[in-house]
């Protein structure tokens, strides 16, 4: 009844009358301002509690209560005032600690707030929510090795507290302790199969320790959550193109497009798929259609272009260039697609200078020097080529495919550097094709 407001005001009406006729009924006076705060009137619910300590200036419990309103009508000094007070005549106060943390909460003092969740934490040892609130707000104001300990100690008395164990995970995750990480949530599964966002941390570690395989497994049990599902399958389908499953990375990404068509990084996803499955015919469409959607994004007219050389279609690939080069002349991409174009064209003395040109520009474009490689590859210029891959990983372009293919050339030439490369490789996809290439060749080093 009393969450109606006609009620709720109703009552206020015959609890004042009360009072005007029974001034000295103490309980009444208390019915009366919690009904006042109740309806966030804190001025009239402060002056009543002040007619109620002025009978009883000893009630430490009502302190309290009278400076809770005080916080919600920001009278700041005079709320600290009588929580010192409240603390003075019941030192061990659980409650009056934590209104001082709400308080120093909102001066802005964190050490004070910090040290009342301390002090509340340690005077009700039994009530472990104070102490997970105390470590959640360590955890946001990023002491994590402070909010660690307290999950333990939560821990230590609860074994199966999840929202414990769940923190301490996204701790470990920010540290980039990916081991730890990964004990906390399993814990969590282990214990509640069902808890979907402990599948999708533990797959999200899987993720960037390039445990794809594993990975897969709990990001498809985590889309099973409904507000989990599409970035679920997202982060899935990125798993399949990783270990150049591009099949199963399509039909994963082609149910997101299904789902939302517009938006933008499932398209451009996809298309990126059916050029991993050489499926240059889709790409092509999946571009073009990005094209008309964002027809600002020089990034897609570019993939198109690419995608059109692919499928030798030379002249709309130029005519796709040409829109480019009219809005952005200097475009270096543009510049790095029409060489690829001069490439496939058998054109390799112009896409080479095109590629160097591009390089002159900006050396660190790993992109241009793996293209360059490319070309060396065909012409028969292995210690080009060889160079050019080098660089290519020196500047970010760090594939197994690009990884093993240095590693066979430099194993060729006897550079020592090959072993490197076949150990890289096992780091980046251990449960790829390229890993058991890899491996073959570190069990049988050159002579």
């Known amino acids: 009844m009393l969450n109606s407001p006609q009620v709720l005001t109703g009552l206020l009406g015959q609890l004042k009358q009360?009072?005007?006729?029974?001034?000295?009924?103490?309980?009444?006076?208390?019915?009366?301002?919690?009904?006042?705060?109740?309806?966030?009137?804190?001025?009239?619910?402060?002056?009543?509690?002040?007619?109620?300590?002025?009978?009883?200036?000893?009630?430490?419990?009502?302190?309290?209560?009278?400076?809770?309103?005080?916080?919600?009508?920001?009278?700041?000094?005079d709320a600290e005032i009588e929580l010192?007070?409240?603390?003075?005549?019941?030192?061990?106060?659980?409650?009056?600690?934590?209104?001082?943390?709400?308080?120093?909460?909102?001066?802005?003092?964190?050490?004070?707030?910090?040290?009342?969740?301390?002090?509340?934490?340690?005077?009700?040892?039994?009530?472990?929510?104070?102490?997970?609130?105390?470590?959640?707000?360590?955890?946001?104001?990023?002491?994590?090795?402070g909010a660690l300990s307290q999950?333990?100690?939560?821990?230590?008395?609860?074994?199966?507290?999840?929202?414990a164990w769940f923190s301490k995970g996204l701790i470990y995750m920010k540290q980039e302790k990916l081991n730890e990480a990964n004990k906390c949530f399993l814990r969590i599964i282990n214990n509640n199969p069902s808890a979907f966002d402990a599948?999708?941390?533990?797959?999200?570690?899987?993720?960037?320790?390039?445990k794809y395989a594993a990975a897969i497994n709990h990001f498809r049990l985590s889309a099973r959550n409904a507000e989990l599902a599409n970035r679920s399958l997202?982060?899935?389908?990125?798993?399949?193109?990783?270990?150049?499953?591009?099949?199963?990375?399509?039909?994963?990404?082609?149910?997101?497009?299904?789902?939302?068509?517009?938006n933008l990084s499932y398209r451009k996803a996809l298309g990126e798929f059916y050029e991993g499955a050489q499926e240059y015919d889709m790409a092509e469409e999946v571009y073009h259609d990005l094209t008309i959607i964002a027809p600002t994004r020089s990034e897609f007219w570019l993939k198109l272009a690419f995608s059109q050389i692919k499928n030798n279609n030379f002249?709309?690939?130029?005519?796709?260039?040409?829109?480019?080069?009219?809005?952005?002349?200097?475009?270096?991409e543009a510049h790095r697609v029409l060489a690829e174009l001069y490439s496939a064209k058998h054109l390799y003395k112009e896409?080479?200078?095109?590629?160097?040109?591009?390089?002159?520009?900006?050396?660190?474009?790993?992109?241009?020097?793996?293209?360059?490689?490319?070309?060396?590859?065909?012409?028969?210029?292995?210690?080009?080529e060889m160079d050019a891959l080098n660089k290519?990983?020196?500047?970010?372009?760090?594939?197994?495919?690009?990884?093993?293919?240095?590693?066979?050339?430099?194993?060729?030439?006897?550079?020592?550097?090959?072993?490197?490369?076949?150990?890289?490789i096992k780091d980046l996809l251990p449960e790829s094709d390229f890993a058991k290439e890899a491996d073959y060749y570190l069990r049988h080093p050159a002579a």
């Open 18 to 77: 009360q009072t005007v006729q029974t001034p000295a009924d103490l309980k009444l006076l208390l019915r009366l301002a919690r009904l006042y705060a109740k309806n966030n009137n804190y001025n009239e619910a402060e002056k009543v509690f002040r007619k109620y300590l002025k009978n009883v200036p000893n009630d430490a419990e009502i302190m309290v209560e009278y400076s809770v309103c005080l916080i919600k009508d920001s009278k700041y000094e």
């Open 84 to 145: 010192e007070q409240a603390l003075a005549i019941k030192p061990g106060m659980v409650q009056a600690f934590l209104t001082s943390a709400s308080l120093y909460e909102k001066l802005g003092n964190r050490n004070k707030q910090i040290s009342f969740m301390m002090l509340a934490a340690n005077a009700a040892p039994d009530n472990y929510d104070i102490r997970l609130t105390l470590a959640e707000q360590l955890r946001l104001y990023g002491d994590f090795n």
């Open 151 to 163: 999950y333990d100690m939560i821990i230590e008395n609860n074994p199966n507290q999840e929202t």
């Open 199 to 210: 599948h999708f941390n533990l797959a999200s570690c899987f993720f960037r320790q390039h």
């Open 234 to 262: 997202y982060l899935m389908a990125q798993c399949y193109s990783k270990r150049n499953d591009y099949d199963q990375a399509i039909v994963a990404m082609e149910k997101l497009v299904a789902i939302d068509d517009k």
């Open 315 to 332: 002249e709309k690939a130029e005519k796709t260039l040409n829109k480019v080069f009219r809005v952005q002349p200097g475009h270096i």
């Open 351 to 384: 896409a080479i200078e095109e590629f160097q040109r591009i390089l002159m520009l900006n050396e660190k474009n790993g992109e241009a020097y793996y293209s360059l490689a490319k070309i060396y590859h065909e012409i028969n210029r292995e210690a080009d």
């Open 392 to 424: 290519a990983v020196c500047n970010g372009k760090e594939t197994a495919e690009i990884l093993l293919r240095l590693g066979e050339l430099e194993r060729k030439y006897n550079v020592p550097t090959s072993l490197e490369r076949f150990r890289r």
